[in-house]
């Protein structure tokens, strides 16, 4: 299991079929993106499977971290070639990428703070 994000898009079938339902390109997409993605982690936890809850929230971050990204840049590119950093965009704190992003971090908090996906988390941190 990577950290963070790492490894989101290389653990089939997980993978792929929580990647059909992440969108982020509004608001209202990201509010029903991120809730069928928390009742994907919901279902794998009621089956206790550990590597499904942790991808759900390694999605659920990722909407939050691209979301933010495009708040931040409208082109999605944080670097120009000269490998400066571009301008931040005036309105990400309030643009619509980045009620998405809100939106998402909600939820990845709701489901990376579950008392239970906690104590697995730690239990299978031990086990590395």
Not at 104 to 112: H, L, N, T
């Amino acid at each position: 299991m990577g950290r963070g994000e790492q490894g989101v898009l290389l653990v089939r079938p997980y993978t792929n079929d929580i990647c059909a339902h992440w969108r982020f390109v509004d608001e209202e997409t990201s509010i029903k993106s991120s809730h069928k993605i928390y009742e994907m982690f919901c279902e794998y936890k009621q089956r206790k499977d550990f590597i499904g809850m942790d991808m759900a929230r390694k999605f659920l971050e990722m909407g939050f971290t691209r979301a933010r990204r495009y708040a931040n840049h409208s082109s999605g590119r944080k670097y120009a070639k000269d490998r400066s950093i571009l301008p931040i965009e005036s309105d990400c704190l309030t643009s619509e990428k980045s009620r998405s992003a809100k939106v998402f971090k909600e939820v990845r908090d709701k489901a990376a703070y579950d008392s239970e996906y906690v104590t697995m988390r730690k239990e299978w941190r031990s086990k590395e």
